[in-house]
C-alpha cells in the first residue's frame, strides 16, 4: 500500500505539472498567435495557473519520494512512527487539499459571475474563461488526491492500530 500510495502521488505530481506545461505552452501560443482579445484574456489566466502547477507538480514529487524513504523505514523499524509522524501528515494533507478546494472553488464562482457580468470585455470573458477551465481541473485533481490520501489513512489505522 505504502508503494502504491506514493507512486499515485508521484504521478499526480508528474501529471500536474505536464498539465502546467501544456497551460504555459498554450498561454504563450495564443498571446502571440492570436490578436483575438478573448484568447488574450484566456492566455493570462492559463499562464499564473501554469506556473502554480508545474511549481506544485515538481513539489509533490520531490516530497513524495522524501516521505516514500521515511514511511518505509516507519513501517518496518519503528512501526508506532507510522502512528505519531504519517497519520499527521496525511491528515494534515487532507486538510490542505480541503482548503485548496475551497479556493479553487471561489475562483471558480469568481470567474462564473465575470462571465455573466461583463457583456462587452471580450478580454476579461477569456480571462474568466481561463480561470474557469483551470479551477475546473485543479478542483478534480485535489479530490481525487484526497479520496486516495483518505484511502491510505484508513490503511494507516487498520494496520498499525
Do not use: C
Not at 492570436?34 to 514529487?61: A, C, E, H, N, R
Not at 507510522?82 to 496525511?90: A, H, K, S, W
Request: aromatic fraction near 14%.
Amino acid at each position: 500500500m505504502i508503494k502504491k500510495y506514493f507512486s499515485a502521488e508521484q504521478a499526480e505530481g508528474i501529471l500536474l505539472s505536464l498539465f502546467g506545461v501544456i497551460s504555459f505552452s498554450t498561454s504563450v501560443v495564443l498571446s502571440s498567435q492570436t490578436k483575438d482579445p478573448f484568447y488574450y484574456g484566456m492566455s493570462i489566466t492559463l499562464f499564473l495557473f501554469s506556473i502554480v502547477q508545474i511549481i506544485l507538480g515538481i513539489v509533490i514529487i520531490a516530497k513524495a519520494r522524501n516521505n516514500k524513504v521515511k514511511v518505509k523505514a516507519y513501517s518496518t523499524e519503528k512501526t508506532e512512527n507510522m502512528l505519531i509522524y504519517e497519520m499527521p501528515r496525511v491528515l494534515k494533507q487532507i486538510t490542505m487539499n480541503k482548503i485548496m478546494v475551497i479556493v479553487f472553488f471561489g475562483f471558480l464562482v469568481f470567474a462564473t459571475i465575470i462571465l455573466f457580468i461583463t457583456i462587452d470585455n471580450i478580454s476579461l470573458k477569456g480571462l474568466a474563461s481561463g480561470m474557469l477551465l483551470q479551477s475546473i481541473l485543479l478542483i478534480i485533481a485535489l479530490l481525487y488526491s484526497n479520496k486516495r490520501a483518505e484511502e491510505y489513512l484508513q490503511w494507516i489505522k487498520h494496520y498499525f492500530n
